[in-house]
């Protein structure tokens, strides 16, 4: 993993940590979100890639 998604990692744990004090589940569930898919990122993704759209856009 390169120096900056170490710092990343970092940053955004401790984020997690704060919003957990302050009792905001929202967006320390997105971190986790987060969290888990830079530790995931060599591995393939299964879930829908919204950022192409969804096919729907009659």
């Not at 971190?31 to 879930?47: T, V, W």
């Amino acid at each position: 993993m390169s120096d900056e998604m170490i710092e990343l990692r970092r940053r955004l744990t401790n984020d997690a940590i704060r919003c957990q004090e302050e009792d905001d589940t929202k967006t320390k569930d997105g971190i986790m979100i987060a969290l888990f898919e830079i530790e995931h990122l060599n591995q393939p993704y299964f879930g829908t890639d919204y950022s192409q759209g969804d096919g729907d856009d009659d």
